[in-house]
């Protein structure tokens, strides 16, 4: 077995710390008690309780979770509905459309974005919370699509079959029988779906109007004049909670895989 050398430890701990060094010094300085950002003068929490003041943020953090709930619930009925659909129905077309289907996670999102620009400005629609919502919608439906159709690949087709032979109607079958099967699958692919539109400021830009802001938007425009400590705790705080929804959602999965064994 080949051992590591120095220089591939080496490369190892520069690539961590261009990568994890500037997250936590986001966080180290979002508890600094001075206003500038180049030297740390003492511990406090004062620009938690700015943030929480202001107003302007505090909307845009509102518009966000509005616009990752609607579009994240869309996206669950939608990507559902498609993944049973390819399962029952068995055609050629079936790869082509799955291929179709996975497409928006795989596009550059400053290409979907400007597709999402102009296919709305063709319809004449108005930019706003109605063109974020199906824009967000289309980049989340893939991410519980392929996470549900994984699980009913490896769902044992003889349950359903024998719910339906004791005299249960398609409907109940799949009430009592395929949803609770598939229901971690779902929401893994729902925690997945909601931190990436969470986060998402890319497309947002491109599809939102003069009177709408979300939260990452929000935090770009004020980048522009420089970062502040109630940035840094801004950026902390959207950090904890997509660590938290990644980590809810790979527990949810990995259950989903326990119980896929155990079936």
């Given at each position: 077995m080949k051992k590591n050398t120095v220089w591939e430890k080496l490369y190892l701990a520069v690539i961590l710390a261009l990568t994890y060094v500037p997250i936590v010094l986001t966080v180290f300085y979002s508890f600094n008690e001075a206003k500038l950002t180049t030297s740390f003068t003492g511990?406090?929490?004062?620009?938690?309780?700015?943030?929480?003041?202001?107003?302007?943020?505090?909307?845009?953090?509102?518009?966000?979770?509005?616009?990752?709930?609607?579009?994240?619930?869309?996206?669950?009925?939608?990507?559902?509905?498609?993944?049973?659909?390819?399962?029952?129905?068995k055609c050629r077309a079936n790869r082509i459309i799955e291929y179709i289907s996975t497409l928006p996670i795989m596009i550059p999102e400053i290409i979907l974005g400007m597709v999402f620009l102009a296919v709305f400005s063709f319809m004449g629609m108005k930019f706003g919370m109605t063109t974020l919502v199906l824009a967000h919608t289309t980049f989340c439906v893939p991410y519980i699509f392929m996470q549900v159709k994984a699980r009913l690949q490896g769902m044992d087709k003889s349950l359903e079959e024998a719910a339906r032979d004791l005299g249960a109607t398609p409907v109940r079958s799949f009430f009592d029988i395929t949803l609770p099967l598939i229901l971690p699958a779902v929401l893994s692919g729902l925690l997945l779906s909601f931190a990436m539109s969470f986060d998402d400021v890319v497309i947002s830009i491109f599809v939102t109007g003069p009177k709408v802001n979300t939260l990452p938007i929000k935090i770009y425009t004020k980048m522009k004049t420089g970062v502040t400590p109630e940035i840094n705790a801004l950026a902390f705080v959207m950090l904890l909670v997509t660590v938290l929804l990644l980590i809810l959602s790979a527990i949810i999965g990995k259950r989903q895989k326990t119980g896929k064994e155990g079936i």
């Open positions: 511990f406090s929490l004062r620009w938690y309780r700015e943030l929480m003041r202001d107003r302007d943020l505090m909307e845009a953090l509102r518009n966000s979770l509005i616009l990752a709930g609607l579009s994240c619930g869309l996206s669950v009925v939608i990507g559902t509905l498609g993944a049973l659909g390819m399962q029952k129905v």
